[in-house]
């Protein structure tokens, strides 16, 4: 009966701290990236948007999202 209670439970997986805050670092960094883009890209005029070729449409809906997408 003892032995049933002894076998051992498979070892569980805990993410580490330092992981967990290296990917919210990364994914901050990554967000102030996104954030700064879209600011230079509100500043663009039309000739600049044809020159790098973005319509005004594809501008106006890349700075409706939120910065974390």
């Known amino acids: 009966m ?3 209670l002894d076998v051992p ?3 569980t ?3 580490s ?5 290296a ?3 990364a994914a901050t960094g990554r967000s102030m990236v996104r954030a700064r ?3 230079l890209l509100a500043q663009l ?3 600049q948007l044809s ?3 973005i319509s005004h449409s594809d501008r106006l809906a890349e700075l409706d999202k939120p910065f974390w997408r």
């Open 2 to 4: 003892n032995q049933l």
């Open 9 to 11: 439970l498979p070892p």
């Open 13 to 15: 997986r805990k993410p």
């Open 17 to 21: 701290l330092l992981k967990f805050m």
């Open 23 to 25: 990917r919210l670092i």
């Open 37 to 39: 883009t879209r600011r």
């Open 45 to 47: 005029n039309e000739q």
């Open 51 to 53: 020159d790098i070729g």
